[in-house]
T-cell receptor, first 113, second 115 residues
């Protein structure tokens, strides 16, 4: 069974600063996909960034980047130049196919003005 | 593109009754849809995979007779919570896939309260 662990239930960051959210996962597969999703109070799930396991290069989307360590089964999210709108619950997710997802327990991010 | 509509957004039902939640892909045909459940301040848990024209595949521990899934067309999947009880109260979210490596989109969710 796949498990996704987010060890930080809550994190806070000063506006304009950088924060890193941690995620580890467990799988016996060699090919899979990893995602970070953001869930604001509206509860709408918003894709932040995704990474294919076969790609060694870390994915980057504007202020969001990941540190993918396949051997360590680690997939952390770095948010640079944090903005007030980044405040939300962040979920790390594992997918064997890129479609169905197994989510971590989430990290609640607070951005301090 | 890739818009998923979920209806209703909120529903309150009496214990023992059944309630149906709809998930529609508005601008694409979804070969596969997924249903998730989220308890307050908790993660999303995959309940089942809904395939158009075939039976749904349920995750371990999910009662298929309680959570009936019907994917009758390429744009609509429904989740029916049968004989609802207060412990079924939760936030239910669907997602739809175009197939292949195109990723997918989540619906806006349905808050079910069973009283």
């Amino acid at each position: 069974a796949q498990t996704v662990t987010q060890s930080q239930p809550e994190m806070s960051v000063q506006e304009a600063e950088t924060v890193t959210l941690s995620c580890t996962y467990d799988t016996s597969e060699s090919d899979y996909y990893l995602f970070w999703y953001k869930q604001p109070p509206s509860r709408q799930m918003i894709l932040v960034i995704r990474q294919e396991a076969y790609k060694q290069q870390n994915a980057t989307e504007n202020r969001f980047s990941v540190n993918f360590q396949k051997a360590a089964k680690s997939f952390s999210l770095k948010i640079s130049d944090s903005q007030l709108g980044d405040a939300a619950m962040y979920f790390c997710a594992y997918s064997p196919t890129g479609n169905q997802f197994y989510f971590g327990t989430g990290t609640s991010l607070t951005v301090i003005p | 593109g890739a818009v998923v509509s979920q209806h209703p957004s909120r529903v309150i039902c009496k214990s023992g009754t059944s309630v149906k939640i709809e998930c529609r892909s508005l601008d694409f045909q979804a070969t596969t849809m997924f249903w998730y459940r989220q308890f307050p301040k908790q993660s999303l848990m995959l309940m089942a995979t809904s395939n158009e024209g075939s039976k749904a595949t349920y995750e371990q521990g999910v009662e298929k007779d309680k959570f009936l899934i019907n994917h009758a067309s390429l744009t609509l999947s429904t989740l029916t919570v049968t004989s609802a009880h207060p412990e079924d109260s939760s936030f239910y979210i669907c997602s739809a896939s175009k197939g292949g490596w195109y990723g997918y989109t989540f619906g806006s969710g349905t808050r079910l309260t069973v009283v």
